[in-house]
């Protein structure tokens, strides 16, 4: 069967019409993309705090001969103010910027662990291809728990105007950490990057759909929730995921548990909503849980985007990847890789080519 053929089988929201049956065009893209956005707000990750925030760091250490003295690490502490909310908070984040002259491309990088370097970032890699990295650990901005929304900035803002998500907070962490980054001065605007593995693939994905700073967005083995199409799915599914992790989601998504075909939305839509920036995809074989074909469904739709937009589509073909496939020459790029669930060198390898660098 082809993969059109399999997807035709689901009845998907189509990305191309408004909610109201209109029909989108190259010109009124950008309001459909607000109306996805919107979607997602309203019925999976919640509702996010606007600010407006003003973001300053505290160095709170440096090296400045990291990595045979190609690379400054620098730790800070971000002190955010949301002058809206009169909310404050704060999280540290490390940077590592190789040396020379001109402005640095940067992936905002979230990840599980707070140390560096970490199996999930391998920094020389990262940096000897001339790229800066930006990590955050997840866990201080909000636990990753069943804790009623009660840890990191949750507690902060009031559940009935925010109903945001654990999702949403880390989200709104990479933001942040551009906002401090962007007032450094040195960092390329035209190749910032979003990025994170599985629930912290879901994670960037959420973020680089919202915030159109990021130009290059990356979504690691990210599945369920993320950017694997719900409809027909195998491995995880709403039910699953909802009970193990309620806080990754908001209330309303957990009505959706066993009735995905009521949804007025599905994951494409999420992928689409990055266009007219990148967005890339990278699955791996035996990610059975997460389902590469279900998420190669996802690019292979929001594809039609780029196509609309003029933009270079990529080239995938009409039929289930195979292992080791990579589909990298256009706007919006996939891979499937061998092995298992991980955030590999050769994802990271994947991502840096496709940015060029
Ligand atoms: C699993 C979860 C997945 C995925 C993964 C991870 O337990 O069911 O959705 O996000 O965790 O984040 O490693």
């Not at 002190?79 to 404050?88: I, L, R, S, W």
């Not at 680089?208 to 990356?218: S, T, W």
């Not at 937009?309 to 589909?327: I, N, S, V």
């Amino acid at each position: 069967m082809t993969i059109s053929e399999e997807i035709r089988r689901l009845n998907l929201p189509p990305i191309l019409k408004f909610a109201d049956g209109r029909d989108v065009t190259a010109e009124n893209w950008p309001q459909r993309r607000e109306e996805i956005l919107g979607i997602f707000e309203e019925h999976e990750y919640g509702r996010t705090p606007r600010g407006p925030f003003e973001v300053t760091g505290e160095l709170v250490s440096k090296r400045e001969d990291d990595y045979a003295n190609k690379v400054l690490t620098e730790r800070y502490t971000l002190n955010v103010c949301d002058t809206a909310e009169n909310v404050k908070f704060s999280f540290p984040v490390v940077f590592h910027t190789p040396y020379g002259g001109r402005k640095k491309p940067l992936f905002v990088f979230i990840n599980f662990r707070a140390q560096t370097p970490d199996e999930y970032m391998p920094v020389e890699e990262i940096t000897d291809r001339g790229a800066a990295v930006a990590m955050i650990y997840y866990n201080d901005v909000a636990q990753d728990a069943n804790d009623d929304f009660k840890s990191g900035v949750g507690p902060l803002y009031p559940r009935d105007k925010y109903d945001w998500s654990k999702i949403g907070m880390w989200a709104w962490s990479m933001s942040r950490t551009l906002d401090f980054a962007l007032s450094l001065g040195r960092y390329d605007e035209r190749k910032i990057a979003c990025v994170g593995h599985s629930r912290l693939g879901k994670t960037s994905l959420w973020c680089g759909a919202q915030d159109e700073r990021f130009k290059y967005v990356f979504v690691n083995d990210s599945g369920c929730s993320g950017d694997a199409v719900t409809r027909g799915k195998t491995g995880e599914r709403i039910v699953h995921i909802t009970n193990a992790f309620p806080v990754w989601s908001n209330e309303k998504y957990k009505e959706y548990r066993g009735r995905e075909e009521e949804m007025p939305f599905d994951q494409h839509m999420l992928v689409a909503a990055v266009a007219p920036r990148y967005v890339y995809g990278g699955t791996a074989v035996l990610d059975t849980w997460a389902d590469p074909y279900s998420q190669y469904m996802s690019y292979y739709l929001a594809n039609d985007v780029y196509r609309l937009l003029g933009m270079k589509p990529a080239d995938f073909p009409d039929r289930r990847p195979e292992t080791g496939e990579r589909f990298s020459g256009g706007s919006i790029g996939f891979h499937m890789r061998h092995g298992a669930h991980f955030f590999s060198r050769e994802d990271w390898q994947c991502y840096l080519s496709f940015m060029e660098l």
